[in-house]
């Protein structure tokens, strides 16, 4: 008897069709199925085209991503994303866990480049220069972009050190210059009145908010032309995480940023375009407003109203 | 109701999963014996360190100690002094007690029966010229009289070992006064200074200046050679040199007989000063006032007069060179050629085992070469310390040494200069012995530098080099540390190898001292941990030597120690410097 009122329960989740072999979203097992034309296109992996809203058309862009596919070894992470990421302005990233948005951000910086099975085809430009043109170099790639982590990474340094990182490693050594820097960059990332007494301190003794803004510091002393940001909130408690938020709100039109985030009330906050993927495909990209009030697509409304996800 | 009445549907419940028929309800199970056993472990190890420490500590602090001196007189006759050496209690064979006079016998008989045995004492009676030995022993049964004499001298002295006499007459400047041995003591005692001092300069005038003219004469000697050997022997450049050479030699020869005129005269003038001293048995014995090294009457000596003996012996010990084939005197060059040695060595091992592991964690692909390499490494750690000193000899002396010296110093041929054991080869011998000590642990530091630190530094546009040597290197500091610790706190106390590759028994010279190039990693060196060997097991004086090893280990032990506590103070202050408050 027991064994058969196991079975129909495990043959219901053998069932259940597995797009990915490796990054399985883990959120997607406890939903009840999946809902909607697309995600049922996607899972069967057929071709489909992201919606993307006509407003983009008219914004000027820093990045520009285009067909842009992603390997992990055999298993595809990024199918065919396109999509242009508008100058001075906040673009959120949305989606469930394992849909690729790290992934892409990741790719922007060439940080994928660490790991080895990784391999990619398409097309990636920053202010028009392609970021995978065979010559590209980089190490100056990089000084042009900016990136904040998922945990704040300080080094083991003084505070100083830390947010003038970008500039040693230049080999800049004018004090002045750099002494000039710190406080800019400490100001942008509004730390600057908390640690202006201590700036030889170690810069592990921070707090996690504090580092985490130490690191927005650090990004943006390099005067970006991108800050990416990965979850930089998800460490962090919920004054700290209104801070990062405040000070991204100050970052904006200085800053072309493109964020991840899980939190769907900070994409709405704080980003002026929001893109959701699902499984490695760009879903539904437009102004962030538009998005949440009134998406194109039912999908991306089960997502953001929670109905899924 | 209908519900009630109605028989409850079997449910489809998997059965209880049955439980072990024994429950773990033991004490094996229960833990509390566990935490005995672990604990006792610990505490058996602990015990154990300190009965080591303790050992050591009980044996090698009372060394410099001045013990009352005894003098007994023996049934047959004899009379000894000397300090209190040992004591024992040994059963009399029957025929040696039967022989024993009434009184002695019944004494002797007595204590076999309450306390085990007859006491016996072994003296340190010294007067070896008199003598032929250093320790005697003396049996309570046979012991007629005792007492201490209050104006029994011990003489410790550059050669012969002690002497315990009675100071009897001086000789001042060639004159000879006789008296009661306070007057005697006193007036030898107010010129004993002078004479050391005279005596010290004549040794400075023998060691340096004459080894100046001598290394003059060598110089010149060697660079004829190298002449002729660049030229061939029958050129008229190579003639031309020689005459040279034999010009300096002249030269030399001269000023040479200057300074042993002086010397002479210097230990001509020192003759004029002596002591008589009698000993226990009557005999008497003149001393120079210079080769008497220190002499006092430990009867008459106050608590802290006592206590400055120790002071003062201590201090030669940590402070001059040995005399008497190394069980008298002192242990400096030794303690110099250990920490010599062990600084060079760390500063050979450290860069080199940080760069291995750094290519081993940070750039080298891993594989199955890489995995065989790092095993290789860790293997290397078992291997014993001698086949490295077999190693150190057949490679770096015989190879690369000969090979330097043809090179580098063909005109000092046949005599080796690198081409034997000395202070560079037997530093990176041990190098190499410590060099997986230090690799493995720096491995996990660097293995230990979060990921998101290094990517971070990437992100900022740093290279790889630049993500090491600002990031990653700085955060695993404490960890290069920590193998920079294991590799002296090993390379210090290492003997067997050492023995092949460069320390000696004795070594003239230090090799760090004034004269150009300053230091000489050529030169064979002393080492405590060979010291300790060499005084324990190869002295003829063996007894007397025996403190001496206790009192040798603990300054090894402390050097250690003290080498370490440097090394992991500064790893404290890296550490919060770099890991942030947590310790």
New interface residues.
């Given amino acids: 008897m027991t064994e058969i009122a196991r079975k129909p329960t495990l043959a219901q989740y053998e069932l259940t069709p597995q797009p990915r072999k490796s990054a399985s979203p883990p959120s997607m097992n406890g939903a009840p199925s999946i809902s909607g034309r697309v995600f049922q296109a996607i899972a069967a992996n057929e071709p489909f085209t992201a919606e993307v809203h006509a407003g983009l058309a008219n914004e000027e862009h820093v990045l520009e991503i285009e067909r842009f596919d992603l390997w992990y070894g055999a298993s595809r992470a990024l199918h065919s994303i396109t999509m242009p990421v508008p100058k001075g302005k906040v673009t959120a990233l949305i989606g469930p866990s394992g849909c690729g948005k790290s992934t892409l951000l990741r790719s922007v910086n060439r940080m994928n480049d660490l790991i080895d099975s990784v391999r990619i085809e398409g097309e990636m430009r920053l202010s028009g220069d392609s970021i995978y043109a065979p010559g590209q170099d980089v190490i100056e790639l990089r000084k042009r972009i900016g990136m904040v982590f998922q945990k704040p990474n300080p080094f083991p340094m003084s505070i100083f050190e830390n947010v003038v990182y970008s500039l040693r490693i230049d080999g800049e050594r004018d004090k002045r210059v750099l002494a000039e820097v710190c406080e800019a960059s400490l100001r942008g990332a509004s730390l600057w009145d908390e640690v202006k007494d201590r700036l030889n301190d170690s810069a592990l003794r921070l707090s996690g908010g504090q580092q985490q803004r130490l690191c927005i510091a650090r990004a943006i002393a390099a005067e970006p032309e991108v800050l990416l940001l990965d979850e930089p909130c998800s460490a962090l408690d919920p004054i700290a995480t209104a801070r990062i938020e405040d000070l991204i709100d100050e970052l904006k039109g200085s800053y072309s940023i493109l964020m991840v985030t899980h939190n769907m009330q900070q994409a709405s906050r704080t980003s002026d375009f929001t893109a959701f993927m699902y499984l490695g495909r760009l879903v539904e990209y437009g102004p962030t407003g538009d998005i949440f009030l009134q998406p194109h697509l039912k999908e991306t409304e089960d997502y953001i109203s929670g109905r899924f996800g | 109701m209908n519900q009630l009445a109605a028989p409850n549907p ?1 449910k ?4 209880r999963r049955r439980r072990a028929e024994k429950r773990a309800t033991s004490l094996f199970a229960n833990g509390e014996p566990m935490v005995w056993l672990t604990g006792g472990a610990l505490a058996i190890a602990t015990v154990m360190i300190a009965v080591l420490l303790g050992l050591v500590l009980f044996e090698g602090l009372p060394t410099f100690w001045p013990g009352p001196i005894v003098e007994v007189e023996l049934a047959d006759g004899r009379r000894l002094a000397g300090e209190l050496a040992a004591e024992e209690r040994f059963v009399l064979e029957p025929k040696a007690l039967a022989d024993l006079p009434e009184a002695r016998r019944a004494q002797a008989e007595r204590e076999i029966e309450t306390e085990g045995g007859v006491r016996r004492r072994m003296l340190r009676t010294g007067n070896y010229e008199l003598t032929g030995t250093h320790f005697e022993w003396a049996n309570d049964s046979d012991i007629v009289g005792e007492s201490k004499p209050e104006w029994m001298l011990v003489v410790e002295r550059l050669d012969d070992g002690r002497f315990y006499g009675v100071p009897r007459a001086v000789t001042v400047d060639g004159v000879r006064t006789e008296g009661d041995p306070a007057t005697v003591w006193d007036l030898a005692s107010a010129q004993h200074d002078e004479v050391r001092e005279r005596w010290e300069r004549g040794r400075t005038l023998k060691n340096e200046t004459i080894g100046a003219i001598h290394a003059r004469i060598e110089g010149a000697r060697l660079r004829a050679r190298e002449i002729e050997l660049e030229n061939g022997v029958d050129s008229p450049q190579a003639a031309e040199a020689r005459a040279a050479a034999d010009a300096i030699a002249t030269a030399a020869e001269s000023e040479f007989r200057e300074v042993q005129a002086e010397i002479n005269k210097l230990q001509e003038r020192n003759k004029g000063y002596s002591v008589e001293l009698e000993t226990a048995s009557g005999a008497r014995r003149m001393i120079t006032l210079e080769e008497i090294v220190r002499a006092f009457a430990p009867n008459r000596l106050s608590l802290t007069e006592r206590l400055g003996v120790y002071v003062s012996r201590a201090s030669e010990f940590l402070l001059d060179a040995p005399r008497q084939a190394n069980s008298e005197g002192g242990v400096y060059p030794a303690i110099f050629g250990t920490v010599l040695m062990t600084l060079i060595m760390a500063l050979l091992v450290v860069p080199f085992g940080v760069l291995a592991a750094l290519y081993l964690r940070e750039y080298a692909r891993p594989g199955p070469i890489v995995s065989a390499v790092r095993i290789a490494i860790n293997n290397l750690a078992g291997v014993p310390s001698i086949v490295f000193g077999v190693f150190g000899l057949g490679f770096f002396c015989y190879i690369v040494g000969a090979g330097v010296d043809e090179a580098l110093f063909a005109a000092k041929l046949p005599t080796p200069t690198y081409g034997k054991g000395g202070l560079l080869w037997a530093s990176l011998t041990l190098a190499l012995l410590t060099l997986p000590v230090v690799i493995v642990p720096t491995e996990e530091a660097l293995a230990s530098v ?1 990921g ?2 290094r ?9 790889k080099w ?1 993500t090491i040597w ?2 990653v290197l ?2 695993a500091m404490p960890g290069i540390m920590t193998g920079m610790i294991l590799a002296l706190a090993r390379g210090a106390g290492e003997v067997a190898p050492l023995m092949l590759v460069g320390a000696v028994k004795f070594a003239p010279d230090l090799p760090l001292d004034g004269a150009a190039p300053f230091l000489h990693p050529e030169r064979s060196f002393m080492h405590l941990g060979f010291h300790i060997y060499d005084i324990g097991f190869q002295s003829q004086n063996s007894e007397a030597a025996k403190p001496m090893v206790f009192t040798t280990t603990l300054l090894l032990i402390a050097l250690v120690v003290l080498l370490n506590v440097l090394a992991i103070w500064i790893r404290a202050r890296l550490r ?6 947590t310790l």
């Avoid at chain 2, 489809?12 to 059965?15: C, D, E, K, L, T």
């Avoid at chain 2, 990517?455 to 290279?463: L, M």
């Avoid at chain 2, 919060?576 to 408050?581: L, M, S, V």
């Fill in positions: 079997p489809s419940r998997p059965p979060p998101s630190m990517e971070g530094s990437y992100a900022c546009g740093a290279t630049q600002r990031i700085p955060r919060r410097r770099f890991q942030g408050n």
